[in-house]
């Protein structure tokens, strides 16, 4: 057998400042064919896993390219294309192949292209023969259009969010592929629009029990291969936006179309009751301040890079400033002008020095402080689940009892290892503010004496009833109260 395998994917909030050009992704993951390394990030494993299972399988595995951006604004253009024509003529060399197999976000949006991965897998699927297997694994942070539906075989996505099971996800998808190569099975994908919009963090009820559901029916069901929560992404306005429920079943599309109507209609009833209740930034403050120990993580949800925002907003940080707390360490604001600044200057400099909101609308105001530079780090990196996630240069800077670390690169804050880079003990401390929606409960809430869920400012469009969108459809929840009437 002769696998292609390649990857290409970033989350495109198409409401974010920060355009993507080639350079977002050589700062994050750009490795030609062959160059990818033994770790995975977020949307690759397909392709480690792929030379594990081809290895024991004594099959030929053909790497194509790997680009990963963090999640940001539109892809420019001319990126894309590129990207797209490389992953395309790397195919083109390597057929005859038995299938390809390939690592996509599925909330990747480029100039002239609301749907880059329907583009990608139906030239995919014009260059191979119709009979030639064609999968991938996405993050259910996507959007599941009818154009990629039809060009590919099957899909898995993450069922955790946070995203903890990208590797496991991607065994399940080589699993289905080696018994579909082998011939002992056809997998056929039955698809649920279920009509709304929402966020569904998976750490806390309900989203918990009905993915353990769905895993328990993965194992019970007869003819069912795979269960899949698209959950949709409510920053990518492009037409087919929403949540979906995907069955892949062995070739039994009226079962599978039923599992996901039942799945995806029990999934509509608990709209709106998935996320963490947020306080306002101010009430965040005054709680952690209040708490009897720490670390008390706050964390700035919705100015979350992970989400596509450029992660320099100060509301939460000049509210701190404000009630004076002291022994608090903010990890991290993006700002690559000051981290220059801070760089020249050099460590144990002190210096009157600008940073944070420079962005965006609704951020907060930029701080004006005068620090002092306490470290340096050139090519800063956090630890994320089995992979590293890079932070760029960054420094450490204090003033006034507070801690701030400044990153070149936009990176949400995964894990408390983005302090320990630059020299801080995040358990030494009261107050930890964070960047991150989600991604972070894992590790931090390891070493947390309380999390605080706070919504400051409006970064990001997290209220799709208000959102001003352009494409996504305007008959789903929580834009319409009934979307099946
Ligand atoms: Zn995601």
Redesign the pocket.
């Known amino acids: 057998m002769r696998v292609f395998t390649a990857a290409l994917a970033t989350?495109t909030n198409t409401f974010s400042p920060i355009a993507v050009d080639i350079r977002a992704f050589e700062a994050s993951l750009h490795a030609g064919p062959g160059e990818h390394p033994a770790t995975p990030t977020l949307c690759t494993a397909p392709i480690t896993v792929g030379r594990e299972v081809c290895a024991r399988e004594g099959w030929t595995l053909i790497e194509g390219s790997a680009s990963w951006a963090d999640p940001a604004g539109l892809v420019a253009r001319q990126t894309y294309e590129d990207m797209r024509d490389a992953i395309l003529g790397q195919l083109q060399a390597a057929i005859p192949v038995d299938a390809v197999v390939l690592g996509l976000h599925g909330a990747m949006v480029a100039q002239g292209y609301d749907d880059c991965e329907g583009d990608l897998l139906s030239r995919v699927r014009a260059i191979v023969c119709p009979d030639v297997l064609v999968c991938a694994e996405l993050?259910?942070?996507s959007h599941l259009t009818a154009k990629r539906a039809a060009a590919a075989d099957f899909f898995v996505y993450f069922k955790e969010?946070p995203?903890t099971d990208f590797v496991d996800r991607a065994r399940d998808l080589w699993d289905i592929a080696v018994r579909t190569l082998k011939g002992e099975i056809k997998p056929v994908m039955s698809i649920f629009d279920c009509r709304m919009i929402d966020v569904f963090p998976t750490s806390k009820q309900p989203m918990r029990g009905f993915v353990d559901k769905l895993l328990t029916l993965e194992k019970s069901e007869p003819d069912l291969l795979s269960l899949s929560v698209v959950h949709g992404f409510m920053a990518g306005d492009v037409p087919e936006m929403g949540t979906k429920l995907l069955a892949v079943t062995n070739n039994a599309p009226a079962k599978g179309a039923a599992l996901a109507e039942t799945l995806g209609r029990e999934l509509f009833a608990m709209r709106g009751t998935f996320m963490v209740a947020q306080v306002d930034e101010q009430t965040a403050v005054t709680a952690a301040l209040a708490a009897p120990k720490g670390p008390v993580v706050i964390a700035d949800v919705w100015d979350n890079p992970g989400g596509g925002t450029a992660g320099d907003a100060t509301v939460l940080l000049a509210e701190l400033i404000r009630q004076n707390a002291t022994d608090a360490a903010v990890g991290t604001i993006w700002d690559p002008i000051a981290v220059q600044i801070c760089f020249a200057a050099g460590e144990g400099a002190e210096i009157q020095l600008r940073f944070g909101a420079k962005s965006a609308p609704h951020t907060g105001q930029p701080i004006d402080k005068r620090v002092t530079v306490r470290k340096l780090v050139r090519d800063a990196q956090m630890r994320f689940g089995e992979s590293f996630a890079p932070f760029g240069d960054a420094a450490w800077i204090h003033f006034d009892g507070i801690d701030v670390i400044l990153n070149s690169t936009r990176a949400q804050s995964f894990d408390p290892s983005l302090y320990s880079a630059l020299g801080i003990d995040p358990t030494s401390r009261k107050i930890l503010l964070i960047k991150s929606t989600n991604h972070f409960y894992d590790s931090f809430s390891k070493i947390a004496s309380e999390i605080i869920y706070c919504s400051a400012g409006k970064p990001y469009p997290n209220r799709p009833a208000e959102t001003d969108y352009r494409k996504a459809p305007k008959t789903i929840w929580p834009m319409v109260e009934n979307p099946w009437g």
Do not use: L
């Open positions: 989350e993050d259910p942070h969010f995203h």
